[in-house]
């Protein structure tokens, strides 16, 4: 009778469980709707007048010529892509080994150092930058560009990994190094198996970072590194506002794209839409 009772009360509280995922869900959908929405609805034809919801004269222009030179949409698009793929895949690595030196050190400081880009404001840090990447002229370049943008995206990947060296993980290393296992072998079994859950995390988020930044490729880069968020504020300052909402939507589609699976993978929707499904059975 009571594993009846305990049965009853775990599917009781799996329903609820199932309920409150659901309206997560639905809100989360809602949420988009309302941001994406809007700006779907202005990019889809030319002017606007207020109160009117849709454009003064409805269309795809603007998505038509989304390829095309003259909106410079795509070339932006091809930089920030390429930027954001450099960047996150050298702040993964150097992050993983600021990390490790972090894990290593007996005082604070370096550890301390690691915070010290994020209480720092990334456009005060690209023109105390700016000055040092001149002299090596590389000022108004991609490849300054990715470097400032490293010294907020390395120390933050750095964060993302600094679980990894858990007193676990040093009882692994020391096993495996005990058994005779050479540098690979610890690196193999030891370390890589605790890096490769945190991997995808750290190069999406050094990614996005670089995909949405402003301040430091408008100050490293000076005009001349034309991403997709330059491109948005130029065509605010020309008030071509239609343009402006297709930028703002293709700016919004990777972080929309890849946080939508991580926030379903946070409510754990999938394994209670399997358990609903078992209960129905």
């Given at each position: 009778?009571?594993?009846?009772?305990?049965?009853?009360?775990?599917?009781?509280?799996?329903?609820?469980?199932?309920?409150?995922?659901?309206?997560?869900?639905?809100?989360?959908?809602?949420?988009?709707?309302?941001?994406?929405?809007?700006?779907?609805?202005?990019?889809?034809?030319?002017?606007?007048?207020?109160?009117?919801?849709?454009?003064?004269?409805?269309?795809?222009?603007?998505?038509?010529?989304l390829l095309s030179s003259d909106t410079g949409l795509l070339p932006a698009m091809q930089?920030?892509?390429?930027?954001?793929?450099?960047?996150?895949?050298?702040?993964?690595?150097?992050?993983?080994?600021?990390?490790?030196?972090?894990?290593?050190?007996?005082?604070?400081?370096?550890?301390?150092?690691?915070?010290?880009?994020?209480?720092?404001?990334?456009?005060?840090?690209?023109?105390?930058?700016?000055?040092?990447?001149?002299?090596?002229?590389?000022?108004?370049?991609?490849?300054?560009?990715?470097?400032?943008?490293?010294?907020?995206?390395?120390?933050?990947?750095?964060?993302?990994?600094?679980?990894?060296?858990?007193?676990?993980?040093?009882?692994?290393?020391?096993?495996?190094?005990?058994?005779?296992?050479?540098?690979?072998?610890?690196?193999?079994?030891?370390?890589?198996?605790?890096?490769?859950?945190?991997?995808?995390?750290?190069?999406?988020?050094?990614a996005l970072f670089s995909w949405l930044d402003y301040g430091i490729v408008s100050v490293?880069?000076?005009?001349?590194?034309?991403?997709?968020?330059?491109?948005?504020?130029?065509?605010?300052?020309?008030?071509?506002?239609?343009?402006?909402?297709?930028?703002?939507?293709?700016?919004?589609?990777?972080?929309?794209?890849?946080?939508?699976?991580?926030?379903?993978?946070?409510?754990?929707?999938?394994?209670?839409?399997?358990?609903?499904?078992?209960?129905?059975?």
């Open positions: 009778m009571s594993d009846l009772c305990r049965q009853s009360a775990a599917s009781s509280n799996n329903r609820a469980g199932f309920g409150w995922r659901t309206v997560e869900y639905l809100l989360l959908c809602l949420t988009i709707a309302v941001v994406v929405g809007p700006l779907l609805l202005l990019s889809c034809g030319i002017g606007w007048s207020w109160p009117r919801l849709l454009p003064d004269r409805p269309g795809f222009m603007h998505w038509q010529t930089t920030s892509v390429e930027l954001a793929c450099l960047t996150s895949i050298l702040a993964t690595t150097f992050g993983l080994i600021m990390s490790r030196a972090a894990a290593l050190s007996r005082t604070i400081t370096l550890r301390g150092i690691l915070f010290l880009p994020w209480i720092t404001s990334p456009v005060v840090a690209a023109i105390s930058l700016y000055h040092l990447l001149a002299g090596i002229q590389l000022a108004g370049s991609f490849a300054g560009v990715v470097i400032a943008q490293l010294a907020f995206a390395a120390p933050f990947a750095a964060l993302i990994f600094r679980d990894v060296w858990n007193q676990r993980t040093q009882e692994m290393i020391r096993l495996v190094a005990s058994l005779g296992g050479s540098t690979t072998a610890v690196w193999t079994h030891a370390i890589w198996p605790r890096v490769r859950r945190l991997l995808s995390l750290s190069l999406l988020q050094t490293i880069g000076g005009g001349r590194v034309d991403t997709v968020t330059m491109r948005l504020f130029s065509l605010l300052r020309e008030a071509g506002l239609n343009q402006t909402a297709l930028a703002a939507i293709i700016l919004m589609s990777p972080a929309i794209a890849f946080s939508l699976p991580l926030a379903l993978q946070r409510m754990r929707l999938p394994a209670l839409l399997a358990l609903r499904s078992g209960d129905s059975e």
